[in-house]
């Protein structure tokens, strides 16, 4: 493990930029801290230069299942929700956006705990069409989307609790995904989230992984090489000391 002297100010913009993706409180929602947050991801999904919003709700057939719906924005901070929606997994718990087929039009990818990662292709009418799964792992808690290997296609990590990993999916251009590198967490059965950023300023897409359950906020940067693989920086990643304490 890396021991070092921590770095508050570093520490705290890492965990909230691995974090905050993930888990989205819905503006204007009526729900309380102590309910479960919704998912959202915002991208202009009707190709009108105005951000959109897309989210994971209840279904209102008040089957339990959730759904993905998609609210247009109309330019001055409100949004009018679209009609349809879609049925997503049974526990998602992370959404992320990226032109996956190289259209022009923002998709959709929602990564459910049973392990599957399903698409939904956007349209110029802001409708995000359902297209199945383009990934099975054991679990997804966290995904980011960057382009790790340098060909110009987005691509994923994904951390899984389940198999203790993270798996980089390499986008082909035409929504489907291949399964490439893929590397241990630290800590075996915790839920990290993951965030991607260029934190050593060489122009390549690296990735940090947040350990939250420690409550020290224990995080990794993994630097990328911009093939699709990744080094573990100790330089730049944290790890608390059980003997010490990160001055106020």
């Not at 921590?6 to 929602?29: D, E, K, Q, T």
């Not at 959202?40 to 339990?64: T, Y």
């Not at 990662?117 to 802001?126: A, I, P």
């Not at 691509?155 to 893929?182: C, H, K, P, Q, Y």
Request: charged residues 20%.
């Amino acid at each position: 493990m890396n021991w070092r002297v921590c770095n508050p100010a570093l520490m705290a913009a890492i965990v909230a930029a691995a974090i905050a993706p993930v888990h989205v409180w819905a503006a204007g929602s009526d729900s309380s801290p102590d309910d479960a947050p919704s998912l959202m991801v915002m991208a202009d999904f009707n190709h009108d230069g105005i951000l959109d919003k897309a989210e994971v709700i209840e279904s209102q057939a008040g089957s339990g299942a959730e759904v993905l719906r998609v609210s247009l924005g109309r330019g001055d901070g409100t949004f009018q929700q679209m009609g349809s929606s879609a049925a997503v997994g049974n526990a998602p718990r992370s959404i992320v956006s990226g032109d996956f087929n190289r259209d022009g039009i923002p998709d959709v990818v929602v990564g459910d705990d049973d392990g599957s990662l399903k698409l939904f292709l956007g349209s110029r009418t802001g409708e995000l069409v359902p297209a199945g799964d383009v990934a099975r792992l054991g679990s997804v808690v966290s995904i980011a989307v960057a382009d790790y290997n340098g060909d110009g296609i987005p691509d994923m990590a994904v951390s899984d609790w389940r198999t203790s990993d993270v798996a980089i999916l390499l986008g082909a251009g035409n929504g489907s995904f291949e399964r490439g590198w893929s590397f241990p967490l630290r800590m075996r059965g915790t839920v990290p989230h993951i965030s991607t950023a260029d934190f050593n300023g060489d122009g390549i897409p690296d990735l940090v992984v947040v350990y939250g359950d420690d409550d020290g906020y224990t995080y990794d940067v993994m630097v990328g090489n911009g093939k699709g693989s990744f080094t573990k920086s100790p330089d730049l990643g944290f790890a608390r000391d059980p003997n010490a304490h990160c001055p106020a």
